[in-house]
Structure formats: structure tokens, C-alpha cells
T-cell receptor
Framework: DAGITQSPRYKITETGRQVTLMCHQTWSHSYMFWYRQDLGHGLRLIYYSAAADITDKGEVPDGYVVSRSKTENFPLTLESATRSQTSVYFC?????????????FGPGTRLLVL | GENVEQHPSTLSVQEGDSAVIKCTYSDSASNYFPWYKQELGKGPQLIIDIRSNVGEKKDQRIAVTLNKTAKHFSLHITETQPEDSAVYFCAGSLSGTYKYIFGTGTRLKVLA
């Protein structure tokens, strides 16, 4: 019963490199989300997906690409990493509980761009 | 769009005392307000939530209150313990939209 997992947990890369962060959930939740967490900004939504092959931009989508070919996976790609993308990235999925959709978070990926 | 403000950014309390964290929201259409606790190195975990048709909700030492007229809601932790030390986030959401707007977080330190 893994729930929602993220990989890698830690990543160091260099400016200009492509990086893909993986997210996998075992609940068959329709909605999935990617957030970044930075000091002073809380959690900001990058992209979200309502179902396989349906994605949409959040608050801070520039520099990121997502795909969702399968319900359980929602990878986030930094096409050309920049230092400003150094952050902690959280994936979440949304399930319906007690007549309310609730978001459940993964453990996060710490990304350092040198 | 919705904006959620959270105060204070840091809070230190003595073990056994109460802690209160406050959030305000801008969109009067928001009707769901979850609270998350984030321990060091982990993802946020839902600890309690409240809907706009309810004024208060309790779960053991944790309670949340909502004032729809003033557009603010608060998290109350009584009899604080060292394991309550964490970062707490509030959020606002319009039911059915699946999108949350988070506050900037409160770092709570419970001093033994």
C-alpha cells in the first residue's frame, strides 16, 4: 500500500540539463498535481491533470512540461534547468472522501540546480 | 482569483500551552478549508478540514474555526506537545474545482 511515491527523492543537476521528476499513485485518483515549495511562498501549483491525457497550467508553469499517459503516473520535466528551479517539488493526488475532494501529498523531491 | 494569507510565519509556545494560527481568504465563493502539517523532510499531511456550512470542527487537541463573514479561519492546538512542532499550512478551495490556494506556512516550535 504505497499510496503516492516520488522519485528521485534528491537530485543535483546542472544548468541547462533536462530533468524528469516521477510521481506514481496507487489509488486510481483522477486528479494529480505538481507543486513547488520555496521559503516565503508556501506551495505553488505548477501543473495539474484531471485525467489521463488532460493537463492544465497552474500558477507557475514556465519552464516545466508534464504528461499523463497513464492515470497512475504524472511526470514533471524541466526541459532546461535553471538555478531558479532549485526547490522542493511535491506531487499530490486528489481523492473523494467524506463528500469532499482532498489532496494527498507525496514525500517530495529536493532538486538542486548548480 | 483566490488569495490566502497566513499568520504568524513563526510561532513558539511552551509545552502544554495553546497555539493559534490564522488565515484569511479573499474569494467569498471558497467553501472548503483544509489544514496540513508538514514535518521535516516529509510531504504535507492533512490534519483537519472545515467546510463553509460549519463554524467549528474539533478532533481531539485540534480544532478549526471559520468566520465566513470576516473571511478568516483559524487552527487551534491545545495542550501542545513537542511532536506538534512542524510547519502548518492552511488552504482555501472552491468545492468542485480540485484546486487549492495555500497560505505561506507557519513554523510552530513547541518548547519543552
Amino acid at each position: 500500500d504505497a499510496g503516492i511515491t516520488q522519485s528521485p527523492r534528491y537530485k543535483i543537476t546542472e544548468t541547462g540539463r533536462q530533468v524528469t521528476l516521477m510521481c506514481h499513485q496507487t489509488w486510481s485518483h483522477s486528479y494529480m498535481f505538481w507543486y513547488r515549495q520555496d521559503l516565503g511562498h508556501g506551495l505553488r501549483l505548477i501543473y495539474y491533470s484531471a485525467a489521463a491525457d488532460i493537463t492544465d497550467k497552474g500558477e507557475v508553469p514556465d519552464g516545466y512540461v508534464v504528461s499523463r499517459s497513464k492515470t497512475e503516473n504524472f511526470p514533471l520535466t524541466l526541459e532546461s534547468a535553471t538555478r531558479s528551479q532549485t526547490s522542493v517539488y511535491f506531487c499530490a493526488s486528489s481523492g473523494y472522501w467524506d463528500n469532499q475532494e482532498t489532496q494527498y501529498f507525496g514525500p517530495g523531491t529536493r532538486l538542486l540546480v548548480l | 482569483g483566490e488569495n490566502v494569507e497566513q499568520h504568524p510565519s513563526t510561532l513558539s509556545v511552551q509545552e502544554g500551552d495553546s497555539a493559534v494560527i490564522k488565515c484569511t481568504y479573499s474569494d467569498s465563493a471558497s467553501n472548503y478549508f483544509p489544514w496540513y502539517k508538514q514535518e521535516l523532510g516529509k510531504g504535507p499531511q492533512l490534519i483537519i478540514d472545515i467546510r463553509s456550512n460549519v463554524g467549528e470542527k474539533k478532533d481531539q487537541r485540534i480544532a478549526v474555526t471559520l468566520n465566513k463573514t470576516a473571511k478568516h479561519f483559524s487552527l487551534h492546538i491545545t495542550e501542545t506537545q513537542p511532536e506538534d512542532s512542524a510547519v502548518y499550512f492552511c488552504a482555501g478551495s472552491l468545492s468542485g474545482t480540485y484546486k487549492y490556494i495555500f497560505g505561506t506556512g507557519t513554523r510552530l516550535k513547541v518548547l519543552a
